[in-house]
């Protein structure tokens, strides 16, 4: 069984940064595509940012572009998400998934097997 656990989520003021991480372990399989997601309450989730099996491809949504950054450690199975220059807006849950059929790791909610706890952010003014 694949267990997600993320780590990293806090309060911080408009402008500050935070680091999350995301380890996915219990895989048979080497790499997976992963992925960043965020839920606000009363939204749907959507993708923030997703990375390759391989880390040689990314994707990452337009309000994230230039603020934040996807990297996966050398460590199996291991991601994190570098925001900086954080928005009251870019409050919400933040959700590590992993797993997805034929090396897939664009921003689909639903392609993804695997999924975290989540992890709150907040971010005030």
């Known amino acids: ?12 003021r408009a402008g500050d940064s935070l680091r999350l991480a995301c380890s996915a372990s219990g895989s048979p399989y080497t790499d997976l595509s992963m992925g960043w997601f965020r839920q606000a309450p009363g939204e749907e989730r959507e993708g923030v940012a997703t990375i390759s099996h391989s880390g040689e491809s990314r994707w990452v949504a337009d309000f994230a572009k230039g603020r934040f950054s996807i990297a996966r450690s050398d460590a ?25 059929e034929s090396g897939y790791y ?17 971010v005030s003014s």
Do not use: F
């Open 106 to 122: 664009g921003p689909a909610v639903h392609a993804y097997k695997y999924w975290g706890q989540g992890t709150q952010v907040t």
């Open 76 to 100: 199996k199975n291991t991601i994190y998400l570098q925001m900086n220059t954080l928005k009251p807006e870019d409050t919400a849950m933040y959700y590590c998934a992993a797993g997805t």
């Open 1 to 12: 069984r694949v267990q997600v656990v993320e780590s990293g989520g806090g309060a911080v």
